[in-house]
C-alpha cells in the first residue's frame, strides 16, 4: 500500500531560497531554486538535476537490506514492504521527503512471506544555499533486526564519466577502464564486507564523480559502521554506493549521507569540499596547531625521517618461519650498534632525523604484543635501551618507538581469551577484519585468530584495554629513565575498528575508535609525537605524521598509472597542511605531494640528493595546503601540483624527472 500524506509543501529557506515538494503521476519532486530531485514512488529511483547534468541513481534491488530473523538471514528488497508512506518533510532548515516502509515478509528459507518486525524511516533533503542532497536512514527494530542497509542506492555507472576514490591517496577509475578494479586490491580476491570498511585503506569517508564539466560528492557523515558496494568488470561501468552495517548485531542509530553537486568542477573541487566539510566538523587540526601544542612536532617538517631496528626474531612454527633457512628468522642490532649508525649519519652531515625504532620488544619485532618488555638483554637491556635515546638527545635526533596494540598473541604472559575481540556468531569464517585475507585465518570458538606475522598465532586485543597496556608499558620505561620523544602506533590508522561481542565487555566499532584515540591523546600528552600506519582522516585530530598511502605501484619514472586506476592525491588536497606524510624519496610522487623523505625501513635507500631535495621541498610547503593538481596532457605523462604559496612541482613521467618552482 502507498500512501501518499500530502501533495505539496512550500518551504521558505534563509537567504529567501526556496523549496517546494509536489507530487505527480507516482514521483515526487523536490525543488529548489538550482538543484531538483525526482523520487519515484513505485521502485524508489531517484534522479537529481543539478543545472544542465542529471544524477541518476539505481532502483531499489534485491540486495537493500540484510535482514536476520528466527535464525535466517535473507535479503529483502525496500521497495517490496507492503506499506509504503511517502510525505513532504521539514526541519526548518532543510526541506524533502520522508518514506516510512513497513510490512516487510521474510524471505528466507526458515519462514518465506512470514513478516517482519521492523520499520525504516528514510529521509531526503535539500539543505544549505548549496542545496546539497541530505539522506538519513533509521530502522526500528523487533525480534527481526537489519544487518546491513544498502541505502541511498549506487549511481547508474552507465553514464558517468569518472568514479573518484578516496582509498590510499586518491584514485580516477574512468568508467571504461579497461582492467577490473576493485579499491582493495590487496585483498587478493576477498571483497566482501569485511574488506569494504570504509577506515581500511580510505583515506577519506567520501567518493564522488565526473561528468562531462560537472561533479558530485558523496559524504558519508557517519563512517563508523559504514562500508560500500562496489563493482567495476574489464571495460566499466564502475558502481559504488554505501552501505550501513549493525551496531553489536543492530541498526541502532541514525545514518546519514550528504551529496553535494558542482556544475562545473573536478576532483580538485570535490576534495576541497571535503576539506570544507572536515573543518567544519573538527576533523581537520592544522600542524601549525599541533606544532603551537607542542614544539617538538616543528622538526617533523623538513627532516628526514629514518628507521632502527634492533631485534627481528620470528616464533618457532609462525606461518612466516622460514624452516629451509633457520639462520634467517632472527637478526639482532644491538642498541650499542644502532647508537653508531646515529652516529656516522651525523658524521656524514645529518644535522636532524627522525628515527623510529622497531624491535625493541623482548622477543623482538611483532612478538608476543602487547607484552613488550623488558628489552632484549642481548641487545642491551635496560642500559642498553636508555644509552639509546641518551644518544639520540646528544646528537639533536627526534626518537620514537615503533610500538604495536592491536596483535594479542596467544604466547604473550597475560594472554586471556576472555580480553580478546569476540564475534556474534560461534564458528564459521572471521568477520574481524583481516577475515580471510591472508588464508590464515579461522576461529576458535567465537574469537577469530591469525597466524601470518612474526609472532605467530594472534588473536585482536579489544581495544579498550589497549591503553592499559600502553601505560604500563611507558611507565616501565619512565622508571628506568627512558624517555622516548613519541610512539608510532602500528595499524591504527589503517586497520578498521573492531567489534566485540563478548557479552562480559562489548565494544562497538565507535567505542574501538575511542580506545584508540585515548592511547593517541596519552602518547601526545606524555610523549610527544605521535604516528600511525596509513592514517584514516578520523585520526588527524591526534596524529603528527603518517606512513604514505600509494602502495601498489612505485610509479619511478616511467608509468604513471597504478596497476589498477589513475593516482591522485585526495588526501594531500584534503590534508597536506594537518599531518605529514612519511614516504620514498626516490620515487616521484612523494617529491610531487611534498611528502616528507622515509630512510631505511629496509627497502632500497635514495640517494643523499634525493633525500635533501626532497627535504628541502617539504621544509617549503610542509605547512601548506595544496590547492591544485592538474594533468598537463592528455596521456596523463606530466602532471602538476601547487601549493598556497605558488610553488609548483611538475613530474615527467616519460623523462622521469620533477621540475620544482618556488613560490613568493
Not at 566499532?509 to 592511547?519: C, E, I, K, L
Amino acid at each position: 500500500m502507498r500512501r501518499f500524506l500530502a501533495l505539496a509543501m512550500l518551504w521558505a529557506l534563509p537567504a529567501g531560497a526556496q523549496i517546494t515538494v509536489n507530487h505527480a503521476g507516482g514521483v515526487w519532486t523536490i525543488r529548489g531554486q538550482k538543484n531538483t530531485v525526482e523520487l519515484n514512488g513505485s521502485d524508489l529511483a531517484v534522479t537529481v538535476r543539478a543545472g544542465a547534468v542529471t544524477w541518476k541513481m539505481v532502483p531499489s534491488g534485491a540486495e537493500d537490506m540484510l535482514v536476520a530473523a528466527g535464525g535466517d538471514r535473507f535479503r529483502v528488497r525496500l521497495a517490496d514492504a507492503g506499506d509504503i508512506e511517502i510525505a513532504p518533510y521539514a526541519t526548518g532548515f532543510k526541506t524533502g521527503v520522508r518514506m516510512i516502509l513497513d510490512r516487510f515478509r521474510g524471505t528466507g528459507q526458515a519462514a518465506p512471506g512470514a513478516p517482519l518486525d521492523l520499520r525504516v524511516v528514510l529521509t531526503m533533503c535539500l539543505e544549505g544555499t548549496d542545496e546539497e542532497l541530505v539522506s538519513e536512514a533509521m530502522v526500528n527494530e523487533g525480534r527481526a533486526v537489519v544487518k546491513e542497509l544498502h541505502w541511498p542506492t549506487a549511481m547508474d555507472g552507465r553514464e558517468v564519466d569518472y568514479t573518484v576514490l578516496s582509498n590510499d591517496n586518491g584514485e580516477l577509475l574512468p568508467r571504461d577502464w579497461p582492467k577490473p578494479y576493485h579499491p582493495i586490491q590487496r585483498a587478493a580476491g576477498d571483497h566482501s564486507i569485511i574488506q569494504s570498511q570504509l577506515i581500511e585503506s580510505w583515506a577519506m569517508s567520501w567518493w564522488g564523480f565526473e561528468k562531462g564539466p560537472a561533479a558530485m560528492i558523496v559524504i558519508v557523515e557517519t563512517p563508523d559502521d559504514a562500508a560500500y558496494t562496489f563493482r567495476h568488470p574489464a571495460g566499466g561501468p564502475t558502481s559504488i554506493g554505501p552501505v550501513w552495517r549493525a551496531q553489536l548485531g543492530r541498526f541502532g542509530y541514525l545514518r546519514s549521507v550528504r551529496m553535494g553537486f558542482f556544475p562545473k568542477g573536478n576532483y580538485v573541487d570535490l576534495a576541497k569540499r571535503y576539506r570544507k566539510y572536515v573543518m567544519d566538523s573538527g576533523l581537520f587540526v592544522s600542524l601549525k596547531d599541533k606544532i603551537a601544542d607542542r614544539p617538538v612536532v616543528a622538526g617533523l617538517i623538513g627532516h628526514p625521517f629514518i628507521g632502527a631496528s634492533v631485534l627481528r626474531n620470528k616464533r618457532v612454527g609462525a606461518a612466516t618461519y622460514d624452516t629451509r633457512n633457520p639462520e634467517s628468522n632472527r637478526r639482532l642490532t644491538t642498541f650499542a650498534e644502532n647508537i653508531e649508525r646515529l652516529r656516522a649519519l651525523k658524521a656524514q652531515g645529518w644535522e636532524h632525523l627522525n628515527v623510529s625504532l622497531s624491535g625493541w620488544l623482548n622477543q623482538g619485532y611483532d612478538r608476543q604484543t602487547p607484552d613488550a618488555l623488558p628489552p632484549p638483554a642481548e641487545a642491551g637491556g635496560w642500559a642498553g635501551m636508555k644509552a639509546f635515546f641518551d644518544a639520540c638527545k646528544e646528537l639533536g635526533y627526534t626518537c620514537w618507538l615503533h610500538d604495536q596494540y592491536r596483535d594479542y598473541y596467544t604466547d604473550a604472559p597475560s594472554w586471556n581469551p576472555d580480553f580478546a575481540v569476540h564475534e556474534e556468531e560461534n564458528g564459521g569464517q572471521p568477520d574481524a577484519f583481516p577475515g580471510t585475507r591472508f588464508k590464515n585465518d579461522w576461529k576458535d570458538g567465537y574469537i577469530p585468530m591469525m597466524d601470518h606475522w612474526d609472532g605467530g598465532v594472534q588473536g585482536y586485543l579489544n581495544n579498550r584495554f589497549m591503553l592499559g597496556y600502553l601505560v604500563r608499558n611507558y611507565t616501565e620505561m619512565f622508571a628506568h629513565g627512558i624517555h622516548p620523544q613519541g610512539s608510532y602506533q602500528d595499524v591504527f590508522g589503517y586497520i578498521p575498528p573492531d567489534e566485540d561481542f563478548n557479552p562480559n565487555h562489548p565494544s562497538s566499532r565507535t567505542d574501538s575508535m575511542n580506545g584508540r584515540a585515548a592511547v593517541l591523546r596519552w602518547v601526545r600528552n606524555n610523549l610527544g609525537i605521535v604516528g600511525t600506519e596509513a592514517g584514516s582522516d578520523w585520526l588527524i585530530p591526534y596524529v603528527d605524521y603518517t606512513t604514505s598511502r600509494f602502495n601498489r605501484g612505485a610509479n619511478t619514472g616511467t608509468d604513471p598509472d597504478h596497476q589498477d586506476a589513475i593516482p591522485i592525491p585526495l588526501y594531500d588536497l584534503v590534508y597536506h597542511d594537518a599531518v605529514v606524510t612519511a614516504a620514498t624519496p626516490n620515487n616521484l610522487r612523494s617529491l610531487l605531494y611534498g611528502n616528507a623523505p622515509q630512510m631505511g625501513y629496509g627497502r632500497v635507500d635514495a640517494n643523499g640528493e634525493q633525500v635533501r631535495r626532497m627535504a628541502a621541498l617539504n621544509a617549503r610547503v610542509g605547512l601548506l595546503e595544496m590547492t591544485n593538481h592538474e594533468f598537463l596532457d592528455a596521456g596523463r605523462q606530466r602532471e602538476r601540483t601547487t601549493f598556497a604559496d605558488g610553488t609548483t612541482v611538475t613530474v615527467d613521467w616519460s623523462k622521469g624527472t620533477a621540475e620544482v618552482k618556488e613560490g613568493r
